[in-house]
């Protein structure tokens, strides 16, 4: 038995073996998988190379886990496996001078910052899950955030990882010659288990101005965003949430959001030029304004810090509408993004099913969840109506994943996104690492006959 | 998420639990917020975990034994609620989970007999006196008892202080501007009887008409969340038949009883009296609330500025979202420094009866927010509970502090006398 295996390998305080134990370990932000056959808390690299062996002998699955946020099924085990919790590998070594970090999988991803605070630097990437969210994870499915469409994404702040692949080897890459720390960057667990990665951390703005607007409809909000940013503002931040997120976040919260518009923009713009900052932020006004927008400027950065408390409160407030939900994270230009949300708002509709959209609409990226309760509607229909939302992305000249990765949930669309010879180069690349397809198995790629 | 939960067979509290479990999207928002997570870091130690366990363990798919150990270790502190999105009632899933398996539970017969003792004597103050004197007396051999005898001795105060009679009527000093009930606590009154002498001071100096109804005894908490419900539901009706409807609000100044009182609603669904239990709970205050609404009557400026910390206990915080309040209360007094405790939100580890049956897990989250109100370098804590205030100052006096650890009400008072320094 593998569990008795790793148990006297590791110890047991590092092997979990209980069935209540394994029940909570089996399970994402939005999937719920197999029962793990014994969950692993590795304290250091070695741990997991230990582990990765005993796998590899016993031909077990291992699915690698971070704090278990993530909304693609990236982290619930599809089959029976080892769950590799990383939890516990929570160190993390600042280099101010050299403006870099050194975190193992397991750390907070808000830790880093808070962290890095007193030395006047900050690490920008900030998935709405920040607080809850690792290093690890994020690396994973190459979080993204509201910050993305300025700064970037997690994989923007990445100089160097370390990884163990399938065979227990433990590798480190950088983005020279052959981008692997890229290649391992976004492949959800399925090419290697990154064990320790060293981020470039960033100075933060000196100055930010943050503002609200709502309109009567979505389309307006869209046309707002690209009216803004061909204006010449780049805006730090550009945040798209529509009528049923403003409920749902307004019941969690209660600040007094504008719940009967049909859609609102978070719009912050920063710099260390306190005049330039104040500039762009006029200009996303007047944007949002000849769209037809009512607009609110945050007085203060308290007023800030609840509208974005709000943002960040969307995803999980959903629940509030329904208690199941399928999680959409598409990608468009932004030219086609007024078109896109309401081609999806009249999908839903047709389609009898709540859909509520939100997202980084200032790089195009759009996160339509379809609400149910699978008591009272078909699941085939909502799989149908997501089938139907990845299309219209794709129609759109847009992608299937932005920031929470394809895993489980959107891994039967990838055919539609992904042409025939460049799927066989991914499979390719798997089987080169992964020559038995042990790590995290039936994620990401789909079957395709050979 | 989704569930198997026989809410027909388990009647009203099937209702309520299967509810809190069908809104929990495992987002993990409340890792963070939770204090076991912060010290055992593992998924079975979080709100979430346990939703995942009480969902198994009700549908059957899991031994109630392999879950309990885990359930057990909740504190109850509920700052899982606070920081859930989706609007999990949490606490309610675990007080009713608890009272639906505590009869299934397995116990060690030491372990029965100290909540079986705790439950007797900590709602009567004659019994609780006589167990705290007895206490006192036992003190110096402690080394000798037993493990779960040890708990409560630490916790006990060296000397337990003098008695103060409650009275059953203070008037209002001035003009009448408001008439209300008053629940004296159970162990508050032995423990430290001048958190009520003070409270009753405050009132009536502000114009407060303070009726202490006779038949009045505990608000049934403890019994509630430590699963023995029928206990908890006759304290309940002891209650409903003692405290007066015709008074501007029923005032406490106990967090855990507040909120024990804000929770008839729940522990009488499906009963006769579920009405008259929400139109009490609608009435129920905490003090710092009601003197918030009130408006408090001036006070004199301090000869010099006070730093005073804030602790928000769970039951406040958490449990009844009062947190604004008693800031606002306290920085009433001219002159007061107030400031806020770094990790404020995770709770201290005392939590109704967890300080004695989990003592080690109550005793590390007990130093490290001492370590935390240490840290703000104030003269006085302030907090609204008995609990947390006998656990901080506990710890403070291990790590050989001498801050002054008192109620938000006390501090109040002495700044009314012209006596805070």
């Given amino acids: 038995m593998i569990a008795e295996r790793l148990r006297s390998a590791l110890g047991a305080r590092k092997v979990l073996t209980g069935k209540a134990e394994r029940m909570t370990y089996r399970h994402d932000a939005i999937q719920i998988g197999a029962l793990p056959m014994a969950v692993v808390l590795p304290e250091d690299t070695a741990d997991v190379v230990t582990t990765v062996k005993l796998c590899r002998d016993a031909n077990v699955p291992i699915v690698g886990r971070g704090a278990a946020s993530g909304l693609s099924g990236g982290a619930a085990p599809a089959r029976e496996s080892v769950v590799v919790a990383f939890t516990r590998m929570t160190k993390l070594d600042l280099f101010p001078e050299r403006r870099e970090a050194w975190a193992q999988p397991g750390v907070v991803t808000a830790t880093v910052s808070e962290r890095a605070k007193p030395f006047g630097l900050v690490y920008p990437p900030d998935p709405a899950s920040w607080r809850t969210s690792t290093i690890g994870g994020n690396l994973a499915e190459n979080a993204g955030g509201p910050m993305c469409f300025k700064k970037g994404v997690t994989g923007d702040y990445v100089k160097e990882i370390e990884f163990v692949d399938a065979s227990g080897a433990v590798h480190r890459a950088a983005r020279d010659a052959f981008d692997l720390a890229g290649l391992l960057i976004g492949s959800e667990g399925t090419l290697g288990l990154i064990t320790g990665a060293r981020l470039r951390l960033d100075t933060p703005p000196a100055f930010t101005r943050t503002l609200m607007a709502h309109f009567a409809e979505v389309g307006q909000a869209a046309q707002a965003v690209s009216r803004a940013i061909a204006s010449g503002a780049v805006p730090a931040k550009l945040e798209f949430m529509d009528r049923a997120c403003l409920g749902a976040v307004e019941g969690y919260l209660g600040i007094g959001l504008p719940v009967h518009a049909g859609a609102a923009l978070l719009i912050d713009t920063d710099g260390d030029d306190e005049e330039t900052v104040t500039e762009e932020l006029e200009l996303a006004r007047a944007a949002c304004e000849a769209e037809g927008g009512t607009v609110r400027v945050a007085a203060n950065a308290a007023e800030a810090e609840d509208l974005w408390r709000a943002r960040r409160a969307i995803s999980p407030s959903l629940g509030r509408i329904r208690p199941h939900r399928m999680n959409e994270d598409i990608v468009v230009p932004r030219s086609a993004l007024a078109e896109v949300v309401r081609e999806i708002e009249e999908l839903g509709r047709e389609a009898g099913l709540v859909v509520a959209q939100f997202g980084h609409i200032g790089d195009g990226n759009l996160h339509p969840n379809i609400l149910y309760d699978p008591k009272k509607e078909s699941s085939d229909a909502v799989h149908a109506l997501a089938h139907e939302i990845a299309l219209v992305a794709v129609r759109h000249g847009g992608v299937l994943s932005g920031e929470h990765g394809i895993g489980s949930m959107k891994r039967d669309f990838m055919t539609d996104a992904v042409d025939a010879v460049t799927m066989d180069v991914l499979w390719r690349v798997k089987r080169t690492l992964d020559p038995r397809g042990q790590l995290n198995p039936d994620k990401l790629l789909p079957e395709v006959s050979a | ?421």
Avoid: W
């Fill in chain 2, 1 to 421: 998420m989704n569930h198997d939960i026989p809410v027909a067979d388990l009647g009203p509290a099937g209702e309520i639990m299967a509810h809190a479990v069908d809104a929990c999207v495992h987002c993990g928002f409340c890792l963070p917020a939770c204090p076991t997570y912060a010290l055992l870091g593992e998924e079975m130690d979080s709100p979430r975990g346990r939703i995942f366990l009480m969902k198994e363990v009700l549908e059957g798919e899991l031994p109630l034994a392999d879950a309990a150990p885990f359930i057990d270790r909740c504190l109850g502190c509920q700052g899982c609620v606070t920081a859930c999105p989706s609007g999990v009632p949490y606490g309610e899933l675990l007080t009713t989970f608890r009272a639906t398996t505590e009869q299934k539970r397995e116990r060690p017969a030491l372990q029965r007999a100290v909540r079986a003792g705790l439950l007797t004597a900590l709602p009567s103050p004659k019994l609780f006196r006589a167990g705290a004197y007895l206490g006192q007396v036992a003190k110096p051999f402690k080394s000798v008892l037993p493990r779960a005898l040890q708990a409560p001795l630490d916790l006990l105060p060296g000397r337990v202080p003098a008695k103060f009679d409650m009275p059953t009527f203070v008037p209002a000093q001035g003009k009448r501007r408001a008439r209300v009930a008053f629940l004296a606590g159970c162990a508050q009154q032995v423990l430290a009887p001048n958190f009520n002498a003070a409270t009753l001071r405050v009132l009536a100096r502000n114009g407060v008409d303070v009726v202490i109804p006779e038949g009045q005894g505990c608000c049934g908490a403890a019994a509630l969340h430590t699963g023995a419900r029928g206990q908890a539901l006759s304290m309940g009706r002891t209650n409903l038949a003692a405290f007066p409807t015709d008074v501007d609000a029923v005032v406490t100044n106990a967090a855990g009883c507040g909120s024990g009182l804000k929770e008839y609603p729940l522990l009488f669904k499906g009963e006769r009296e579920e009405e008259q239990a929400i139109s009490f709970a609608s009435r129920v205050k905490d003090v710092s609330v009601f003197l918030a609404e009130l408006g408090l009557e001036p006070m004199l400026p301090l000869a010099k500025p006070v730093r005073v910390a804030y602790h928000d206990a769970c039951h406040l915080a958490h449990a009844q979202k009062v947190k604004a309040q008693p800031r606002s209360i306290l920085k009433a007094v001219p002159g007061l420094d107030l400031v806020e405790v770094p990790e404020g939100d995770l709770c201290c580890g005392s939590a109704g009866t967890y300080n004695i049956e989990q003592p080690e897990l109550a005793g590390r989250l007990g130093e490290r927010k001492a370590r935390n109100v240490l840290s703000t370098n104030a003269a006085i804590l302030a907090s609204g509970n008995i609990g947390c205030h006998t656990q901080i100052e506990t710890h403070l006096r291990r790590l050989g502090s001498p801050m002054r650890v008192m109620h938000t009400l006390e501090v109040l008072d002495l700044a009314y006398r012209g006596e805070l320094s």
